[in-house]
T-cell receptor
Framework: DAGVIQSPRHEVTEMGQEVTLRCKPI?????LFWYRQTMMRGLELLIY????????DSGMPEDRFSAKMPNASFSTLKIQPSEPRDSAVYFC???????????FGDGTRLSIL | QKEVEQDPGPLSVPEGAIVSLNCTYS??????FMWYRQYSRKGPELLMY????GNKEDGRFTAQVDKSSKYISLFIRDSQPSDSATYLC???????????FGAGTRLFVKA
């Protein structure tokens, strides 16, 4: 079975540019999570979707961050405009039920110059 | 105080050693406990999943939960160089969607 698929794997861009990260969850999973991982802060939950609906976006750091889930098989996380402090690894995870363990993609390593 | 505390290490052991990784937590509502393994430049991979207190064994891995002490452990027997990774504890509760992750412990197993 295919796991959670994220693209791109690496992104290097200049400050001020728009960045779009993509995620395809595991088929049949109805919960999707976006995380950011840094050495200083570890894994931080950014936003949680259930049945394509955003349930909790309290972890989204600023209005520069937005996320969408137009259907059950696709989600995007957008940063506009990007800043150097947004540099991190961004993970998408999905699960069948919010109490079940989450399955992670291999992340997008984002560098903002 | 963080909800979940985990020593970041690094922890370095010789091949064949028994490894003990631990987390403490403060929220007594947590009922589901997980251990994830994360290799460099990869996503966290679920290793063990337990509900409530007790032990669970899977091959060389044993997960232990002590709810009275708010303490969970992961034991790795006969450790191998391929076990070198970061291990993250995680926990959640019934009706909650948010999984709380520990900071992760970096483990190095030397051949």
């Amino acid at each position: 079975d295919a796991g959670v698929i994220q693209s791109p794997r690496h992104e290097v861009t200049e400050m001020g540019q728009e960045v779009t990260l993509r995620c395809k969850p595991i088929s049949g999973h109805n919960s999707l999570f976006w995380y950011r991982q840094t050495m200083m802060r570890g894994l931080e939950l950014l936003i949680y979707f259930n049945n394509n609906v955003p349930i909790d976006d309290s972890g989204m750091p600023e209005d520069r961050f937005s996320a969408k889930m137009p259907n059950a098989s696709f989600s995007t996380l957008k940063i506009q405009p990007s800043e150097p402090r947004d540099s991190a690894v961004y993970f998408c995870a999905s699960t069948l039920d919010s109490n079940q363990p989450q399955h992670f993609g291999d992340g997008t390593r984002l560098s903002i110059l | 105080q963080k909800e979940v505390e985990q020593d970041p290490g690094p922890l370095s052991v010789p091949e064949g050693a028994i490894v003990s990784l631990n987390c403490t937590y403060s929220n007594s509502a947590f009922q589901y406990f997980m251990w994830y393994r994360q290799y460099s430049r990869k996503g966290p991979e679920l290793l063990m999943y337990t509900y409530s207190s007790g032990n669970k064994e899977d091959g060389r891995f044993t997960a232990q939960v002590d709810k009275s002490s708010k303490y969970i452990s992961l034991f790795i027997r006969d450790s191998q160089p391929s076990d070198s990774a970061t291990y993250l504890c995680a926990m959640t509760y019934t009706g909650g969607f948010k999984t709380i992750f520990g900071a992760g412990t970096r483990l190095f197993v030397k051949a």
